[in-house]
């Protein structure tokens, strides 16, 4: 390869620092000001003696097509109002990050009513004999519908997975106690080093082994590790990888993460895990954030409705899941992909194709890091600093009903939106053309994950996974 | 001021800077990324902070950043 450098001028070696990206310059930003924003509306309508409740409105259960219509005719002006400030929120950050709000509001549009079907269906007096959970029911009436039919390319606008399941994430902080957090954080980060660091290795080793380059075995590694999608594309960009590996581990993460979906919920059921121990479980071993969300809730919806079949509080699948994936695994997304780039540009030889990668930089940490989880801890602490003004009493009769309840509602309906989104988006023949050599350095680094994740999860460390969902 | 020196420095130079961040062939369209590297916007998003500054070099269809160089950049108009 030419010494490019070589040639230049002064004037032209000169390297222009790279231009600060704002707080507004991406979806994860959004989500931190789109989920505090509605954290603290429902806060000062809670402290003018109002609440937000009227607006987070959802079916109720019903028997009867009559009664579900009665039910929804009543509150048709919370709906409009509900999609209205979803389409307005949604669509002022799609718009400053130069997305098509012609085709995102029409789209949009089509995805609320989609979710409120879900809703309905999943409010059904017997939904639960059916295990009619409404992540599940979205995902697959998603699959079915995306894999039956060619959806029309403005649709596709609409389904911003990532960015409903962000503003989700920290929509679920204003719901999760702050010293909870500090204290489960160090176990969580313990766990999840333990396993990503055997699961990368694994994959990149095995990768290795099978003859592929070790910037697309990398790429791999990372992401069957970290955070599936967005790890993969960080660390591609990080090593300069080529796009179809990047494609490729994307698509294995999809693959393998929708398989999971299904899997560890009823791997969880069959083994008798606790909600607690099961949400820390599909965090440790699912491959994307909005995936293993649909697992945890399923697992914690099934849990509702079995009887006290599964022990511990509901909630606590999502609640140990994003504890596990979102505080102890996605957090080292920039650590990763700044280490890489540098045993990258120092250790590997220089990319075939004459790419020059310029020097690592530690700023990349920071730029990469996932901006949606400090919205997630300071919606946290909060509503938790609020609560710290009331008994545990009060906090129950008057807090939980007027503000965490509704907050909670908003939440379901960004991670169904989410769900239902995964679902249109996913073509399963695309699936397939991944090649045998990544599909087995990746499935190596599945089965390491699952049953490391398993025995840390439901054994190592059960007890404390278990004194969480108690709470 | 600094508008009217930035427009100025590639006369000034003589030639603009080499870098990908200034090349044509870099593709900076965050949409257009999503329909090229498939599955992304599947479980993940060009739009989050995880793709960082990263961008696709649509001569070498890998992923480059913006102080990356090689020998076909071509510079913006």
Known sequence: ?471 | MSALRDALRPVVAGAVSPRCADCIHRLNDRRAIEQKVSGLAVLGSAYGASIGSSRLCLIHECLVSPEDRCAHFSGKA
Not at chain 1, 59 to 75: I, N, V
Not at chain 1, 128 to 154: C, D, K, M, Q, T
Not at chain 1, 348 to 377: H, S, Y
């Open chain 1, 1 to 471: 390869m030419s010494d490019i450098t070589s040639e230049l001028t002064p004037t032209q070696t000169e390297v222009r620092p790279t231009p600060r990206l704002g707080a507004f310059a991406n979806e994860d930003w959004w989500s931190v000001w789109i989920g505090l924003a509605l954290v603290t509306v429902a806060w000062l309508l809670f402290a003018s003696g109002s609440s937000i409740k009227w607006l987070a409105v959802a079916p109720a259960k019903w028997t009867s097509a009559s009664q579900l219509g009665q039910d929804l005719l009543a509150h048709l002006p919370n709906y409009l109002a509900l999609f209205a400030l979803f389409a307005l929120l949604f669509g002022i950050a799609l718009a400053s990050l130069r997305q098509r709000l012609a085709q995102f509001l029409p789209a949009f549009l089509i995805l609320f009513l989609g979710a409120l079907a879900i809703f309905m269906v999943s409010a059904w007096a017997q939904a639960s004999h059916y295990n009619l959970e409404g992540p599940l029911v979205a995902l697959v009436v998603g699959l079915l519908i995306s894999n039956l039919f060619r959806l029309p390319e403005w649709f596709l606008a609409g389904l911003r997975v990532e960015f409903y399941i962000k503003v989700g994430i920290v929509l679920l902080g204003a719901t999760l106690p702050f010293t909870l957090l500090v204290w489960a954080g160090p176990v969580a980060v313990g766990q999840a080093t333990i396993v990503s660091l055997l699961t990368f290795f694994a994959i990149f080793l095995a990768g290795k082994a099978l003859g592929l380059d070790r910037r697309f075995a990398a790429v791999l590694g990372v992401g069957g590790a970290v955070c599936g999608v967005s790890a993969s594309i960080a660390i591609a960009g990080a090593v300069r990888a080529r796009r179809e590996q990047a494609s490729i581990a994307i698509t294995l993460v999809i693959l393998w993460a929708i398989v999971m979906i299904f899997v560890l919920p009823y791997a969880s059921r069959a083994l008798g895990l606790s909600t607690a121990v099961a949400g820390a479980w599909i965090g440790t071993s699912e491959f994307a954030d909005a995936a293993g969300i649909a697992a945890a809730q399923a697992y914690g919806d099934s849990a509702k409705n079995a009887g006290g079949a599964i022990l511990g509080a509901p909630d606590a699948a999502v609640q140990t899941f994003t504890l596990m994936k979102v505080v102890g695994r996605d957090i080292w997304i920039g650590i990763w992909a700044f280490v890489l780039a540098w045993v990258a540009t120092t250790r590997w030889d220089a990319p075939a194709d004459g790419v020059q990668a310029g020097k690592p930089k530690a700023g990349e940490i920071w730029a990469r890091f996932p901006k949606f989880v400090i919205g997630f801890v300071l919606a946290s602490a909060l509503v938790t600093w609020i609560a710290s003004y009331y008994s545990l009493a009060d906090y129950r009769k008057v807090i939980t009903p007027q503000v965490i309840a509704p907050i909670t509602a908003l939440r379901t309906w960004a991670f169904i939106l989410c769900f239902l989104s995964i679902g249109l988006t996913t073509r399963l023949r695309a699936l397939t053309a991944t090649g045998w050599k990544p599909f087995l350095a990746f499935t190596a680094g599945v089965v390491i994950n699952i049953i490391v994740g398993y025995v840390l999860s439901a054994h190592v460390f059960a007890a404390y996974w278990n004194s969480l969902g108690q709470g």
